[in-house]
């Protein structure tokens, strides 16, 4: 009997770059993401441009390409596609706008800290005059 590998589950990274994917392939072809061949197993992290084969690189580049073409559409023509993209869009927004704060306090904390370095041995200087 051959050995089967139904057991083995897909990981966090194969299931958003299959997601990604697959919602790539809804903007291109109108299909949502449920209704492609093997949809419901691919959703799942089981898309053949995921599965076994992940690579941050491949997922940070096609969440960029869907990132771009969602950002160039009107919240009216992304209403029009898959409940799966349009949720998929807001999380990823957020998690955007999340992500820009975190940098912008870190950019601020990191000033402060250069300002408080540089007072410091401002006031060392002057104190060795």
């Known amino acids: 009997m051959p050995c089967q590998s139904e057991y083995l589950e ?3 990274g194969e299931r958003e770059l299959s997601r990604v994917v697959m919602l790539l392939t809804e903007i291109q072809s109108g ?18 441009a995921a599965y076994s084969c992940f690579v941050q690189s491949d997922l940070d580049a096609k969440t960029r390409q ?3 073409r ?26 955007d706008a999340d992500r820009h704060a975190r940098e912008a306090k870190r950019a601020a ?3 402060a800290k250069e300002r408080a370095e540089l007072d410091r041995l401002r006031a060392k200087y002057e104190e060795s005059k």
Do not use: V
């Open 10 to 12: 897909a990981t966090g």
């Open 31 to 48: 299909t949502p993401p449920l209704e492609q061949p093997d949809g419901a197993r691919e959703w799942k992290g089981y898309h053949p």
């Open 66 to 68: 869907l990132c771009h």
């Open 70 to 95: 969602l950002t160039a559409m009107s919240a009216d023509e992304i209403s029009m596609y898959s409940l799966e993209l349009q949720i998929w869009w807001r999380d990823h927004q957020r998690a």
């Open 109 to 111: 904390d990191d000033q």
